[in-house]
């Protein structure tokens, strides 16, 4: 019960401060996009818009998210909330993460007309937006401000993102493969008919991933709460 008011009231701030609108926006845009792209490239254009935007499109988000609160005192009553740090984080996780997911459904059905494994795809973009969401939170807990967030999560996001980039191009090497934004590029093809099929060692990747950030974000987040709880106490 803890878990689904935190869910909910993660949608109603992302609906206060225009989440919803901006990924509505860039959505038209990349919608527009594909629907312009020649047919022959249709498909590797749909996989990296999808991969970077909205897939990863949350690293920057849920930074913003993060400060937001932060800026209004709201982690200052932790000390007295009955949620739990991993209570929290996966909230801000799934919440935007579903919002990525429906925004990647609607770009590939009204983008590129023709069908899609949307099963697929929608399992895609949710595991592999929930793992770039809490890369953005364990980086925005080390932030003072959006701006030093913007800064600081700029070369994170390169790192993540130029190995997929890379093996889309056809340049490949078994250490790329183990990157995040690798697997799900793979399974993103894959959902759109670029290649054969989603790969199954793929999706484990990403499950890895997961739990591995899962752990990690759990103590971070839960120290910065602690410490900023206190602090304002």
Not at 30 to 58: F, R, W
Not at 130 to 157: D, K, R
Not at 183 to 188: K, P, S, V, Y
Request: proline residues 4%; neutral net charge.
């Amino acid at each position: 019960m803890r878990f689904l008011n935190a869910l909910k009231n993660d949608f109603r701030f992302q609906i206060r401060y225009g989440f919803y609108f901006l990924y509505a926006f860039f959505s038209v845009v990349y919608i527009v996009v594909l629907l312009i792209t020649p047919a022959e490239y249709k498909h590797m254009t749909a996989s990296l818009i999808i991969l970077t935007d909205p897939a990863m499109l949350g690293i920057f988000f849920i930074g913003g998210i993060w400060l937001l609160e932060k800026g209004e005192g709201l982690h200052g009553f932790w000390n007295i909330s009955p949620l739990r740090p991993l209570e929290y984080i996966l909230a801000k996780a799934i919440s935007l993460a579903a919002l990525s997911t429906v925004s990647a459904d609607l770009i590939v059905l009204i983008g590129m007309g023709s069908m899609a494994h949307f099963v697929d795809l929608s399992f895609s973009v949710f595991l592999g937006a929930v793992i770039f969401n809490l890369i953005g939170l364990m980086i925005a807990s080390y932030a003072h401000s959006v701006n030093h967030y913007m800064l600081i999560v700029c070369l994170p996001t390169a790192f993540l993102s130029i190995p997929p980039v890379l093996t889309a191009f056809g340049i490949t090497h078994p250490l790329l493969e183990l990157f995040p934004g690798t697997a799900l590029w793979h399974m993103i093809a894959g959902a759109i008919g670029m290649t054969r099929s989603v790969n199954d060692l793929t999706a484990m990747v990403l499950i890895i991933w997961l739990g591995l950030l899962s752990f990690l974000t759990n103590k971070r987040i839960g120290a910065a709460l602690q410490s900023e709880g206190g602090q304002d106490a």
